[in-house]
């Protein structure tokens, strides 16, 4: 699913009959299919209302899906470190209109109360934060 098929047509030409286009709440509301695992990489914070997105995702698991999340780790201690010794000029991760969200290891954990589910965080980098989510 993606909102829009530039992407696509410029890099991965051959993939797009298999992309669906359009938004992405009204595509998931239409599923009826269940699923093992659902993907999302650098996702949740180009979204208007990501609380939503996951809720979207958790009714398409099966009892026992995976939901694998990948975000972006900003104003991760690395970064805020890097800025105040002057190795970086700004917050360069700050990138309006694209990111609507930014999520740290402290405040991405707010959402996990949405899943209600036993969660495996399988790293929390500074670079991203990879997690994966088990329904129980």
């Known amino acids: 699913?993606?909102?829009?098929?530039?992407?696509?047509?410029?890099?991965?030409?051959?993939?797009?009959?298999?992309?669906?286009?359009?938004?992405?709440?009204?595509?998931?509301?239409?599923?009826?299919?269940?699923?093992?695992?659902?993907?999302?990489?650098?996702?949740?914070?180009?979204?208007?209302?990501?609380?939503?997105?996951?809720?979207?995702?958790?009714?398409?698991?099966?009892?026992?899906?995976?939901?694998?999340?990948?975000?972006?780790n900003d104003f991760s201690d690395i970064q805020n470190e890097a800025l105040k010794l002057g190795h970086i000029k700004g917050e360069f991760w700050v990138d309006p209109p694209e990111h609507l969200h930014y999520f740290n290891t402290e405040n991405i954990q707010k959402l996990w109360v949405v899943l209600i589910v036993v969660l495996r965080v399988e790293a929390l980098v500074d670079v991203r934060i990879m997690v994966t989510v088990v329904l129980v």
Request: aromatic fraction near 6%; charged fraction near 30%.
């Open 1 to 72: 699913i993606d909102f829009s098929d530039a992407g696509i047509k410029k890099f991965n030409p051959k993939m797009l009959d298999k992309v669906q286009i359009g938004d992405a709440f009204d595509i998931l509301n239409k599923m009826k299919q269940k699923f093992d695992i659902c993907m999302i990489n650098n996702v949740l914070e180009h979204v208007i209302d990501p609380r939503k997105m996951l809720e979207n995702l958790r009714v398409l698991l099966k009892k026992e899906g995976i939901i694998s999340i990948t975000i972006p």
